[in-house]
């Protein structure tokens, strides 16, 4: 894997320079032991992507070696179109694998840059390749680590990638079509979770290929830091996010920042693939937070922790708010149609003809209806019959991923101009996260369909109009 980018100086901290391995198995077991027959795994965390993603291709166990769990990955709000079936699902669990697969650095070589190749031989050794010029390149050799595990995360459907990523379009869906290039890196990112309490969980760029290198090009953006160590960038970069104040109710969206090569944090560059880095963050870490978000260039995922998820809500808790508020029998205030949600279990096609649907200016709740067109504003535009304000008229969705949430909270708000619905913590929240886009822009979007947000605030509060009787 070559890097694009020019060398800098920087100053990675040896004590995070430790990079996981290739292989083994995503089910776990306690500290210090094997798994045990029927025992409970222990989880370090859930990864789930954001929007919709392409459909990536099934594959047996065979072909996937050790390694088992979630694999190949598309998700829309909360499942697949065809359903969540075995290594293609909407999110990935990682746990403790039944051995250690971490890696840890161990020596440091200077060779001649035409003998790189021959040094790098050996499959069984890890390491990563700085080319510092035509004739010059530097090899860290890696070793064992019996206390850490490593999950890879990437565009390849190679073996060594345990979650296969692929792009995200702007406005919500898959990229599609053969002129469809993906910005994400074949080996994008690894993560690297401590296999004792508490098992921290830390976040590199770049992953480990098929013959277990990392290779960073002449251009790449690479450095030497003070103490004799090496740093670099991948080309399209690794970006990270922690929400100010955890993953919870009283949470605000965090600085974004850019993760290295041995997992240092620094500010953005001027533009995705700069050449330029941007400044060392001393004070901040690599450490992986409930909520934290991960941008790949093309596809934003978010990490929850277990304790995180024990505070969100469950699919009951969804089912049972979308039953309490088909039981309050919503109207259609100039149909008098009752209107109703309707069950996940149906799948998202048509709409269902007692779906509500919002006027997503002004919020106010109908049935569907052919009037109020003004097409000479757009092809969706419509004029809500109770306050007369025109904008987009489109069918309400409950969203399903409960990752995705803050809180338990009552569904009142919907994105614009998406219709999907939450509570008004989580709506907030997703609506004033700008979340990275292309070389150097931002926008906030609908977190389960990728959707960009629209209008002031990105999300309205949904104006039902009680039964008559």
Not at 282 to 304: F, H, K, P, Y
Not at 356 to 364: L, S
Request: proline share 8%; with cysteine.
């Amino acid at each position: 894997m070559v890097l694009e980018g020019n060398p800098e100086v920087g100053s990675p901290r040896a004590s995070d320079l430790r990079h996981p391995g290739t292989q083994g198995s995503c089910v776990l077991s306690s500290p210090g032991e094997d798994a045990q027959p029927g025992e409970e795994p222990i989880k370090y965390g859930e990864l789930i992507v954001l929007g919709c993603c392409e459909e990536g291709g099934e594959e047996t166990e065979a072909q996937r070696g050790e390694v088992t769990g979630p694999r190949a990955h598309s998700c829309y709000n909360g499942c697949l179109a065809s359903g969540d079936k075995g290594r293609r699902r909407s999110r990935l669990a990682l746990s403790r694998r039944p051995h250690a697969n971490g890696v840890k650095p161990d020596v440091m070589h200077h060779i001649s840059t035409p003998l790189v190749s021959k040094a790098l031989s050996n499959r069984g050794q890890h390491s990563i390749s700085y080319t510092l010029s035509r004739s010059h390149s530097v090899i860290v050799e890696y070793t064992h680590d019996s206390d850490t595990d490593m999950f890879q995360i990437g565009r390849s459907t190679e073996n060594m990638i345990d979650f296969v990523v692929t792009d995200t379009s702007p406005g919500g869906g898959a990229a599609e079509g053969p002129s469809a290039q993906s910005t994400i890196s074949r080996y994008a990112c690894r993560i690297l979770c401590d296999r004792r309490p508490p098992y921290t969980a830390r976040i590199y760029a770049a992953g480990f290929d098929a013959s277990s290198n990392i290779f960073l090009g002449e251009r790449a953006a690479k450095w030497r830091t003070p103490d004799g160590l090496m740093d670099g960038l991948t080309t399209n970069g690794v970006l990270v996010m922690h929400p100010a104040g955890g993953f919870s109710e009283d949470s605000a969206p965090g600085v974004w920042r850019e993760i290295s090569v041995c997992g240092n944090v620094y500010t953005l560059r001027d533009s995705r693939s700069a050449q330029q880095r941007g400044k060392l963050v001393e004070n901040e870490s690599n450490v992986l937070q409930d909520g934290s978000l991960i941008d790949l260039c093309g596809a934003t995922l978010l990490w929850r922790t277990p304790a995180g998820l024990l505070r969100a809500p469950t699919l009951k808790q969804l089912e049972a708010q979308r039953q309490e508020a088909n039981a309050a029998r919503p109207q259609c205030p100039v149909g008098l149609s009752t209107l109703a949600f309707p069950s996940p279990a149906r799948g998202r096609t048509a709409p269902d003809k007692q779906q509500p649907w919002v006027y997503v200016r002004c919020g106010h709740v109908h049935g569907y209806h052919g009037w109020g067109c003004r097409r000479e504003r757009g092809p969706q535009e419509r004029e809500c019959p109770l306050c007369r304000l025109v904008g987009p008229y489109v069918p309400l969705w409950l969203g399903q991923e409960a990752g995705l949430c803050l809180d338990p909270g009552p569904p009142s708000h919907a994105f614009a101009p998406c219709g999907h619905v939450c509570s008004e913590k989580t709506a907030r929240y997703w609506a004033q996260t700008p979340l990275p886009h292309g070389t150097h822009a931002f926008h906030a979007a609908c977190p389960f369909c990728g959707a960009w947000l629209t209008g002031e605030h990105g999300c309205v509060r949904l104006i039902f109009q009680g039964p008559l009787d």
